[in-house]
């Protein structure tokens, strides 16, 4: 991250704040004859077409709208995630620009600098982004080959102060595990002894392809308060930018002021196109759609990593999302600068870090990689391994 000059006067935040690798490599993997496992874009090849909107329905969505959302996503949101496990009404639910508005909102609701903020070791670099910017402390638990560390995760909530624990449970972001059942059900009772406000984020719980576990954790919890994260974008169109925000309701008043404060309100062309789709009853079959389609690639990588790269690399199969995470024996920091020069582009794990190193880690995305890109890809990426 650049030094603001001498003569910017900018705010503390400002100052904290840093740059998104993954958005600052967007153009590098654009350019002609690169191939990119840098970003974790959906394939859209899979998203249903986009429907046309008659003058009627565009004239009534012109206006102003309600700083919680429309009617009608609401309503399909309830519906939807009750038969998920998590019980909510419409009263619980926010609309906002997408799952990493409600990151944003949930933090600067709930974090001054210098709270204590737990998070999972790695985790995802844009909510790291939101709360190094805000001056969060953080205290890190270990998330490893071997799943969640319960004992390290008790340290923290007992020996600190924290005042929320950020969680992505399912097809984790970076790493692609997902939490079992006995650990979501550990977390929430460890969340609830202490009484520390969970934020779960969980944008790819659709994409599960071999019948993981992915009940909300937040549907356990009997004391401490929660809210809950999704999105639309990996599931159906990302450009809409719209996902919502699920709240105790001892929180929602608080995040739905922050919501005011900051947009007004998401826009309303895309909930009406979501809110329809939802209510058509199309989703259950595009979902088995993506499912197929999705499992397919994750396979293709699955068979390509073990016949192109050293056994010395090690990974797990996901059983969903979007990502593998590949621990190497060598030093991945500078293999990006040399990725690009050989027209690769995987994505070093420097910036899912926090306490652990992940400088011999990589994450790498399938989602919108064609077949034969990620056969070319992988051969690239064995080479320039190979040269390091």
Not at 121 to 147: K, S
Request: with cysteine; net charge negative.
């Amino acid at each position: 991250m650049s030094s603001p000059s001498p003569e910017l006067k900018l705010s503390a935040y400002a100052n904290r704040l840093p740059g998104s690798p993954v958005r600052e490599i967007l153009s590098v993997s654009q350019q002609p004859g690169m191939i990119s496992f840098a970003g974790g874009l959906p394939d859209a090849s899979v998203m249903p077409e986009m429907p046309v909107l008659d003058d009627s329905t565009l004239t009534s969505i012109k206006q102003y709208g309600t700083s919680d959302g429309e009617v009608l996503i609401k309503q399909e949101l309830v519906k939807w995630l009750g038969q998920e496990g998590l019980v909510c009404t419409e009263d619980q639910v926010m609309i906002t620009s997408g799952s990493q508005q409600g990151l944003d909102l949930a933090a600067r609701i709930l974090v001054d600098a210098g709270t204590q903020v737990v998070v999972e070791d790695p985790t995802y670099l844009a909510m790291l982004q939101v709360l190094r910017g805000l001056g969060a402390d953080l205290l890190p638990f270990d998330l490893g080959e071997n799943g969640v560390n319960l004992e390290s995760l008790e340290q923290q909530l007992k020996n600190n102060n924290p005042r929320m624990v950020y969680l992505i449970p399912t097809f984790q972001n970076p790493t692609g595990y997902s939490y079992t059942e006995q650990e979501r059900i550990a977390v929430a009772e460890l969340l609830d002894r202490y009484d520390v406000t969970l934020i779960e984020d969980d944008p790819y719980r659709v994409l599960n392809y071999d019948n993981a576990f992915t009940r909300p954790i937040c549907s356990y919890l009997k004391k401490a308060t929660w809210m809950y994260m999704g999105s639309f974008s990996k599931m159906l169109w990302p450009g809409l930018r719209t996902g919502y925000v699920v709240a105790h309701p001892d929180l929602y008043p608080w995040i739905l002021r922050a919501k005011q404060a900051t947009d007004l309100h998401s826009n309303r062309l895309g909930q009406k196109i979501i809110g329809d789709y939802l209510a058509s009853g199309n989703l259950p079959a595009h979902i088995d759609r993506l499912q197929n389609h999705y499992r397919t690639k994750r396979d293709l990588m699955q068979k390509l990593l073990k016949q192109y790269l050293p056994e010395s690399v090690k990974w797990k199969l996901p059983a969903g999302g979007m990502f593998f995470w590949l621990e190497l024996e060598q030093d991945t920091r500078d293999l990006l600068t040399k990725g690009i020069e050989a027209k690769v582009v995987p994505l070093p794990g420097t910036p899912f870090e926090v306490e652990k190193s992940a400088a011999r880690a990589l994450r790498l995305s399938f989602s919108q990689m064609t077949p034969e890109d990620i056969d070319e890809g992988l051969q690239r990426l064995a080479k320039v391994l190979k040269t390091a």
